[in-house]
């Protein structure tokens, strides 16, 4: 068993900049695919980044160009640079790890919040 542990969230202005990380309990380098996910209130929780084994990355629309996933497999942390935030990315954002099928993965964080003023 695997435990994901987020953190980084907080309250930022429009234009500004946070970084999540993500860090895991065991080696993640034993999952093929991590990825970050969002939710907001009243919303379904959607993807936002995914990390794939070889190194290739997968984002939202709404988020490419300003999100970064990135991984350090020394201290087993999956981290999500993200710049130039907007209200809109105001949501709880999770880690993921080990995908089972489409939306449902094997381990989940608790999520962490973020806030972006206006």
């Known amino acids: 068993q695997v435990q994901l542990v987020e953190s980084g969230g907080g309250l930022v202005q429009a234009g500004g900049s946070l970084r999540l990380s993500c860090a895991a309990s065991?080696?993640?380098?034993?999952?093929?695919?991590k990825a970050w996910y969002r939710q907001a209130p009243g919303n379904d929780r959607e993807l936002v980044a995914a990390?794939?084994?070889?190194?290739?990355?997968n984002y939202a629309d709404a988020v490419r160009g300003r999100f970064t996933v990135s991984r350090d497999s020394a201290v087993n942390t999956i981290y999500l640079e993200m710049t130039n935030l907007k209200p809109e990315d105001t949501a709880v954002y999770y880690c993921?790890?080990?995908?089972?099928?489409?939306?449902?993965?094997?381990?989940w964080g608790q999520g962490t919040q973020v806030t972006v003023s206006s």
């Open positions: 065991g080696p993640i380098s034993r999952f093929n695919t």
């Open positions: 993921a790890a080990d995908p089972i099928q489409g939306d449902r993965w094997r381990y």
């Open positions: 990390l794939f084994a070889g190194g290739g990355t």
